[in-house]
Each structure stands twice: as structure tokens, then as C-alpha cells.
């Protein structure tokens, strides 16, 4: 499994590029478009575009055959094979430029936070979200609507079946792992402080840790258009980034993904840290999830930082998306009891 430690060099290699580019834009300021479409990077500089996600040109070979190694790539490519980098619109389900593995990390290969080793065993299980058994298939077309900002895969396919077949081999892997394979190399899990997360602070926080790959617009770093317009650091906000009916809009499970992960390659922040930024990144304009007052039909299992309404209690929906989360947590202990 060479690709992940080469594409964690190659990674590396390339913040120095970002810095660069960053400040280049900064001189830029002015120069309309550098916000929505995100900064870009000459294809000369671009010699980690093995590491990107995507190519226009990849898309053209399309299998025919649901291998896992397909699933693979679309976890990996997912613009370029299904995205909106797929000139035929027919295939364009997912609706930015994340790829499924922006954020399972190593296309899900490595044990901890949203790992997808664990996965295929879990399913199917009840969603609280739908209200009803839902099924891997049913949970992939979750993050197609959400975290993608797309539409459903037809459940049969090429596509879902192959992403469906490799998260079952990576299970197939996890089985025969030994406890300490399986343990993760993290930062000790994000423990929440007790206190409202304070969007301003965040912004330092962003500034000092994100800014130099995700951009002075939370909107990541692409190769130039000539190059395929690859994403090489994905955009956080914005309309290239995932909608606002996505787990990671929620300030704990931001939280717990960024102190686990971020920095990338080099994650140190504190809970406060990770805390606050989670708030700031979140705080931003991203795409709208159409009919999200229909999630979690039972309002009392809907997760506490869910950060849009209604709720089953009377907290201020800003308490909902800033916290302090625990008199809302005992709320609903109290109501079990
Ligand atoms: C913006 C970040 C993000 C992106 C991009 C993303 N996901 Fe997810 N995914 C999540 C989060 C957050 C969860 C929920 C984890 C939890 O429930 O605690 C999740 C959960 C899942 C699960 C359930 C995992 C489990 O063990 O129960 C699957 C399967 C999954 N994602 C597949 C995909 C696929 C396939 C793609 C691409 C088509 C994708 N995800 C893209 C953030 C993302
Ligand atoms: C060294 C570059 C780098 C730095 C610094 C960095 N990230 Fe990332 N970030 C990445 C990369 C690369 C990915 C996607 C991982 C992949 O594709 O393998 C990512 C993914 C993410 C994602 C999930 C995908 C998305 O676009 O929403 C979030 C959220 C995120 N980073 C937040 C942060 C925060 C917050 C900070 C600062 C504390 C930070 N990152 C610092 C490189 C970086």
C-alpha cells in the first residue's frame, strides 16, 4: 500500500506551492473570481496532480465492471468519474469537487475517524435521520446528497455496486486485523469543553493552521483548468464544498474529524482549538440540502449540534449550532429517564 505514504509526501511537497500561490492571490485581492472557483495553481507546479483526486481525462475510460478497485476510485476520483468534472451529464451525481475520500481519509483505508474498514458490518441498521433500516447502499446515497451536494446513484448501478463491493473488501480487511492494526494513530479523541464554541477565536485558529492549503476563502487549492482542475486541497465552504444538510456542517462532528485529522499530516490542535474552528469553518455559505426539516422524523433522537431546526426542545437554534451542548444533552437524559 505505497499510495498513501506517497501521497502524503507528495502532499507535503506541495504546501510550500500553496503558501506561494496563496500569497500570489493575496496580491491578487482584487481580481474578481479568485473566490468562488478557488485559487489555481499552474499545471507547471502541479507535479503533485498524482496526488490529486481527479483528471478530466480519467473519466473517459469508464469500466463496465463493478470491481472493488472501481469503488476504490470513485471514493478517490469522484469529480472526475461522477462528479461534475464528467463531461457527460448524465453521470454527474455528485454536484462539487469533494471526493468521498476528502474526508475518509486514504479512501478509507485507515483505521479511526470515518474510516470505512469498520463499516460494511454495520449495516443494515436503523437511521435515525430517514426514520427506518436503511442499507450500505441507502448510507453511500446519504453522503451523495449531502456531503456530495448530488443525487442518488440508482441503487443497481455500475457505480454504487463497485463502491458497495470495495467497502465490503476493506470489512473482508478488517476482520483479519489484530487489535493493535486496528487501533488508530490519532490525537487523543476531541473532548468537548463546556462552553459556547467561539466562532472569532476560530477564525485565528483557521488563519494560523488552515489557511495555508484550504485558502483564504475556505476554498481550497485546484491545478489550473488546462490540468484537469483538480482539487489538490478541498475546498471547505463555498459551492464547490459539501451542503448544509451534511454531518460535517455539525460543530461536534467537525470537531472530532478536525482534531483528529487536521492539519493535515501533522494534526496538534487543542479541543478548544479544534472546537472553534469547527464553529468558524461552519459559520460560512455552502450549497442548500432541499427539505431538511423532514430529517430525523422522531425530533427526539435528532443529534444534539444537528444545526438546523425543529427541534423537540426549546433551545435557541444558535445554542444548537454553537453550544454549550451539555444542558442540551441532559435535556434529553432527563426525558429518557
Ligand atoms: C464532507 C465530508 C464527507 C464526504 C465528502 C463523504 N462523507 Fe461519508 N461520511 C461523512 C460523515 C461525517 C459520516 C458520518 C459518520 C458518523 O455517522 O459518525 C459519513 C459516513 C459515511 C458512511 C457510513 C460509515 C459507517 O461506518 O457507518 C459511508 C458508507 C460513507 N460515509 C460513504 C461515503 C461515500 C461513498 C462518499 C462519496 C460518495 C462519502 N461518504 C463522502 C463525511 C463525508
Ligand atoms: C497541509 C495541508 C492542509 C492543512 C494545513 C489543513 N488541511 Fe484540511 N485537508 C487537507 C487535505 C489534503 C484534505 C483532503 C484529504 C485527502 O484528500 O486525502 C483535507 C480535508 C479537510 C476537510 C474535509 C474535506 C472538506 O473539504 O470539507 C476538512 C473539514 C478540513 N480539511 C479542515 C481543516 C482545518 C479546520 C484545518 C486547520 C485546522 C485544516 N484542514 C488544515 C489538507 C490540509
Given at each position: 500500500?505505497?499510495?498513501?505514504k506517497s501521497r502524503f509526501t507528495a502532499l507535503l511537497a506541495i504546501t510550500a506551492a500553496a503558501a506561494i500561490v496563496t500569497a500570489c492571490s493575496n496580491d491578487a485581492?482584487?481580481?474578481?473570481?479568485a473566490?468562488?472557483?478557488g485559487n489555481t495553481m499552474p499545471a507547471a507546479e502541479s507535479a503533485a496532480g498524482t496526488a490529486a483526486q481527479?483528471?478530466?481525462?480519467?473519466?473517459?475510460?469508464?469500466?463496465?465492471?463493478?470491481?472493488?478497485?472501481?469503488?476504490?476510485?470513485?471514493?478517490?476520483?469522484?469529480?472526475?468519474?461522477?462528479?461534475?468534472?464528467?463531461?457527460?451529464?448524465?453521470?454527474?451525481?455528485?454536484?462539487?469537487?469533494?471526493?468521498?475520500?476528502?474526508?475518509?481519509?486514504?479512501?478509507?483505508?485507515?483505521?479511526?475517524?470515518?474510516?470505512?474498514?469498520?463499516?460494511?458490518?454495520?449495516?443494515?441498521?436503523?437511521?435515525?435521520?430517514?426514520?427506518?433500516?436503511?442499507?450500505?447502499?441507502?448510507?453511500?446515497?446519504?453522503?451523495?446528497?449531502?456531503?456530495?451536494?448530488?443525487?442518488?446513484?440508482?441503487?443497481?448501478?455500475?457505480?454504487?455496486?463497485?463502491?458497495?463491493?470495495?467497502?465490503?473488501?476493506?470489512?473482508?480487511?478488517?476482520?483479519?486485523?489484530?487489535?493493535?492494526?486496528?487501533?488508530?494513530?490519532?490525537?487523543?479523541?476531541?473532548?468537548?469543553?463546556?462552553?459556547?464554541?467561539?466562532?472569532?477565536?476560530?477564525?485565528?485558529?483557521y488563519e494560523q493552521h488552515c489557511f495555508v492549503c484550504h485558502g483564504n476563502d475556505g476554498g481550497g487549492l485546484r491545478v489550473a483548468?488546462?490540468a484537469?482542475?483538480a482539487y489538490v486541497f478541498p475546498p471547505l465552504?463555498?459551492?464547490?464544498?459539501?451542503?448544509?444538510?451534511?454531518?460535517?456542517?455539525?460543530?461536534?462532528?467537525?470537531?472530532?474529524?478536525?482534531?483528529?485529522?487536521m492539519p493535515f499530516g501533522q494534526p496538534i490542535?487543542?479541543?478548544?482549538?479544534?472546537?472553534?474552528?469547527?464553529?468558524?469553518?461552519?459559520?460560512?455559505?455552502?450549497?442548500?440540502?432541499?427539505?431538511?426539516?423532514?430529517?430525523?422524523?422522531?425530533?427526539?433522537?435528532?443529534?444534539?449540534?444537528?444545526?438546523?431546526?425543529?427541534?423537540?426542545?426549546?433551545?435557541?437554534?444558535?445554542?444548537?449550532?454553537?453550544?454549550?451542548?451539555?444542558?442540551?444533552?441532559?435535556?434529553?437524559?432527563?426525558?429518557?429517564?
Open positions: 500500500m505505497s499510495s498513501g485581492a482584487d481580481q474578481a473570481d473566490g468562488a472557483t481527479t483528471t478530466a481525462s480519467v473519466a473517459n475510460s469508464h469500466p463496465t465492471e463493478a470491481t472493488p478497485e472501481y469503488g476504490r476510485r470513485l471514493l478517490r476520483e469522484t469529480p472526475a468519474l461522477i462528479g461534475p468534472n464528467n463531461p457527460d451529464p448524465e453521470m454527474q451525481y455528485s454536484g462539487n469537487q469533494l471526493a468521498c475520500s476528502s474526508c475518509h481519509l486514504n479512501d478509507g483505508k485507515t483505521p479511526g475517524t470515518l474510516s470505512l474498514l469498520p463499516t460494511s458490518g454495520r449495516y443494515p441498521r436503523q437511521s435515525n435521520r430517514d426514520g427506518g433500516i436503511r442499507d450500505l447502499r441507502d448510507r453511500i446515497n446519504g453522503c451523495m446528497e449531502r456531503s456530495m451536494n448530488g443525487r442518488m446513484l440508482p441503487r443497481d448501478s455500475i457505480e454504487m455496486i463497485a463502491m458497495e463491493a470495495y467497502i465490503d473488501d476493506l470489512g473482508v480487511q478488517y476482520a483479519a486485523m489484530t487489535e493493535a492494526e486496528r487501533a488508530p494513530v490519532e490525537p487523543p479523541a476531541f473532548i468537548e469543553p463546556d462552553r459556547a464554541a467561539n466562532v472569532e477565536a476560530g477564525r485565528a485558529v483548468e488546462s484537469g482542475g465552504w463555498g459551492p464547490d464544498s459539501y451542503n448544509n444538510g451534511a454531518g460535517m456542517t455539525r460543530t461536534l462532528t467537525a470537531a472530532k474529524f478536525i482534531k483528529a485529522r490542535l487543542t479541543d478548544d482549538q479544534a472546537y472553534d474552528v469547527s464553529a468558524y469553518i461552519n459559520s460560512h455559505e455552502r450549497p442548500t440540502k432541499a427539505n431538511r426539516e423532514l430529517d430525523f422524523p422522531d425530533k427526539t433522537l435528532k443529534p444534539i449540534d444537528c444545526p438546523y431546526p425543529p427541534y423537540a426542545d426549546d433551545f435557541p437554534q444558535e445554542q444548537h449550532i454553537l453550544g454549550p451542548f451539555n444542558p442540551i444533552r441532559e435535556y434529553y437524559q432527563n426525558l429518557k429517564k
